[in-house]
């Protein structure tokens, strides 16, 4: 009987574990290129841009404006004065910073997104680890951001030999995010066992009264 069971439970973890991996990948396939095309519909140069979209529902270029402001307000805090309009930061005796499509980190959200949401969880810990990741995210993009502006312009000679500071912080941020994600799920796989735990002892309970 018991042997049973195990086998059973098994099973029930395998279909768990495909069904994770499967939605992880399709969640992150639409996540991601969804972003993209949609920053083609945003740009009026892009393939598939639409005026009216672009007018009306442009989160790329809000997610851009609400990474510039407190980027430039952190510079300013150091003494330099810095000017910016939708995708540039100009430090005055410092760099230029241009903040593209790939400065969005949409890539890292998007991973996450997918993560949490494929991952077997209630949906309040599901929101919250959510919630919790893309303010992480946004922050240390924020810090990334006025950094590259102090960086250039405390050690203005260093400009051009900073080439891979993308992948510097996509290291960074996923590092963060899997060390989070750790936790969350440690939590999270602690209570499911619980809560199976619970439902087997109710069915062996019904199953011999």
């Not at 939605?23 to 841009?49: A, C, D």
């Not at 969350?184 to 199953?207: E, M, P, V, Y």
């Amino acid at each position: 009987m018991d042997e049973i069971t195990t086998q059973q439970a098994k099973k029930q973890a395998d279909k768990k574990a495909i069904k994770f991996v499967v939605m992880l990948f399709v969640l992150y396939i639409l996540f991601s290129q969804g972003n993209i095309f949609m920053n083609s519909v945003m740009t009026p140069t892009g393939r598939y841009h639409n005026a009216y979209i672009a007018e009306h529902f442009d989160y790329i270029q809000g997610l851009k404006n609400v990474l510039i402001a407190p980027a430039v307000w952190i510079i300013k805090l150091f003494g330099f004065y810095a000017i910016h309009n939708k995708q540039d930061v100009m430090v005055v005796n410092g760099p230029y910073l241009r903040i593209n499509y790939s400065c969005l980190g949409l890539g890292v959200m998007s991973f996450l997104a997918a993560f949490v949401l494929a991952f077997p969880a209630s949906w309040k810990e599901t929101i919250k680890m959510l919630i919790i990741g893309i303010i992480t995210i946004y922050l240390l993009n924020i810090c990334r951001i006025a950094g590259l502006g102090l960086l250039f312009g405390f050690f203005q000679s260093q400009r051009n030999y900073f080439e891979y500071h993308h992948e510097i912080f996509n290291i960074l941020v996923y590092i963060v995010i899997f060390i989070i994600l750790f936790f969350w799920i440690k939590k999270n796989t602690r209570s499911n066992a619980t809560d199976d735990q619970k439902k087997f002892h109710k069915g062996a309970n019904l199953a011999n009264p």
